[in-house]
């Protein structure tokens, strides 16, 4: 069956970075544009940022443009999310997702897959 499982989640300070990878099995993955998303406690989940199935498209929540990254390595089934310049509001629970189709989009429904998450705290 389809997994996709995250990992390089952890506690940071503000202005530190971290590199969340997703590795993808069960699937063909270069069929799969890839998301990544975001719950923060207390809130609804949020799009963080998308890219296509070659990576030749990404596009991001103004929140998170300029500090963060998204980048894939199908030979290695895995999609990456660097994230720099970390601030305590990126503190969530943070989901990759595979959404069948060669162009990423913004909407949780058109994702098929889901991670288990993986928890980023940033302290002030």
């Known amino acids: 069956q389809v997994q996709l499982v995250e990992s390089g989640g952890g506690v940071v300070q503000a202005g530190d970075s971290l590199r969340l990878s997703c590795a993808a099995s069960g699937l063909t993955f270069s069929n799969y544009a890839m998301g990544w998303f975001r719950q923060a406690p207390g809130k609804e989940r949020e799009f963080v940022g998308a890219?296509?199935?070659?990576?030749?498209?990404?596009y991001y929540t103004d929140s998170v443009k300029g500090r963060f990254t998204i980048s894939r390595e199908n030979a290695k089934n895995t999609v990456y999310l660097q994230m720099n310049l970390l601030k305590p509001e990126d503190t969530a629970v943070y989901y990759c997702?595979?959404?069948?189709?060669?162009?990423?989009?913004?909407?949780?429904?058109?994702?098929?897959?889901w991670g288990q998450g993986t928890q980023v705290t940033v302290s002030s």
């Open positions: 890219i296509s199935w070659n990576g030749g498209t990404t």
């Open positions: 997702a595979a959404q069948y189709g060669t162009v990423a989009r913004k909407g949780e429904l058109w994702y098929a897959y």
